[in-house]
């Protein structure tokens, strides 16, 4: 019970913004955020994840990479997911990705995040609304090779059993860049976007 209630402090002193509670827990091992779901449970219905989320998008840059871990870790939780959701995790993660200069070095961190994010239905119409799919097949046909691998899989989740949406990112040039990660990429890559084309190929049937 004591840890539990440790936990539940360390959230909400991220709550209250003291960025360097968060990062301190972090630097000691302790990062609460990670663990069995009862803890991601806690620390997601104690207020931590809307600090968390402004952290993100308004720490420094070791707050931003804890904030991008600690959200990461919480988010296995699906019951954590709508609350990101609320707290407006997906813009954030949207803009890191459109803006990638002003926060360098993010992201590798926001395509993970989303990854996980994306296979919660009420995720994926927030994703789309964001404008999700354009910054993809940017970072599809110019990112570096791990992005690019994290970008299929997100589309794989969008794109699954929703024709439409295939025809669209087909239309928006995903093709060609799936093609060459097919045959370039990663054992990974290579699988996401092998899968991901013939889901293309039967739905433009």
């Not at 960025?19 to 779901?37: F, H, L, N, Y």
């Not at 997906?90 to 200069?101: F, N, R």
Request: hydrophobic share 45%.
């Amino acid at each position: 019970m004591k840890e539990l209630y440790h936990l539940w402090f360390l959230a909400r002193a991220s709550f209250a913004q003291e960025d360097g509670c968060w990062e301190t827990a972090r630097a000691q091992g302790r990062d609460p955020s990670t663990g069995a779901d009862e803890k991601k449970i806690i620390i997601g219905g104690s207020g931590a994840i809307p600090a968390l989320v402004d952290l993100l998008e308004n720490g420094t840059p070791r707050g931003k990479k804890d904030a991008a871990t600690a959200l990461f870790n919480l988010c296995i939780y699906q019951g954590n997911k709508g609350r990101a959701v609320i707290a407006g995790i997906v813009p954030a993660l949207v803009k890191m990705l459109s803006d990638s200069s002003s926060h360098r070095g993010m992201v590798d961190e926001a395509l993970t995040i989303l990854s996980v994010l994306a296979s919660n239905l009420d995720v994926k119409f927030v994703m789309v609304k964001a404008n999700t799919l354009h910054v993809l097949i940017s970072i599809l046909q110019t990112g570096q090779g791990r992005n690019r691998e994290n970008a299929a899989a997100i589309f794989l989740s969008l794109c699954k059993r929703d024709n439409e949406r295939l025809v669209l990112i087909g239309r928006l040039g995903a093709v060609v860049p799936l093609m060459e990660l097919s045959k370039n990429g990663t054992e990974r890559g290579q699988r996401k976007a092998a899968s991901l084309l013939e889901l293309l190929r039967k739905a433009c049937q």
